[in-house]
């Protein structure tokens, strides 16, 4: 949902600051993470997919503009077809991305997430600790 929705639904009054801060309290950028793509050739393009609302695009984007820079394409699945593990999102991210499946690697929290992108032919990874994820980009 976006601000107003959530501000509707929980009848929030409190500043946008201070409903930026709850909403998205959770999230944090992992700077070890941050630090091993910065090392990755510039070859590599990276990109965000989350099943995240438009309140978290705007409002992460925003808080955390060094983690998000780094990312040249951003897809919020509240802007697609779907939200992951739906198999039409995958397919659709390859095609905006336009790329072969195949050469896209994938690396997420959710075993789910992970196995429907292993389905459409992405090369993808159990995120648990930093060496999962350079282990698939070859850092």
Sequence with gaps: ???ATVR???GYT???KDLDAAWCSAFRPDQQVLDLLATQPERLRYGVFTNNG???EEALTRLYPEAFGIFADRFFCHRLAANKPDSAVYHQVAGL???A???I???DDSADNVDAARRCGWTAAQYRQLSDLAGLIGG
Excluded: K, N
Aim: proline content about 14%.
């Design 1 to 3: 949902p976006d601000a």
């Design 8 to 10: 509707q639904i929980t």
């Design 14 to 16: 409190g500043t946008d």
């Design 54 to 56: 438009p309140l978290e």
């Design 97 to 99: 991305l336009a790329v």
């Design 101 to 103: 499946p195949d050469s």
């Design 105 to 107: 690697r994938f690396v």
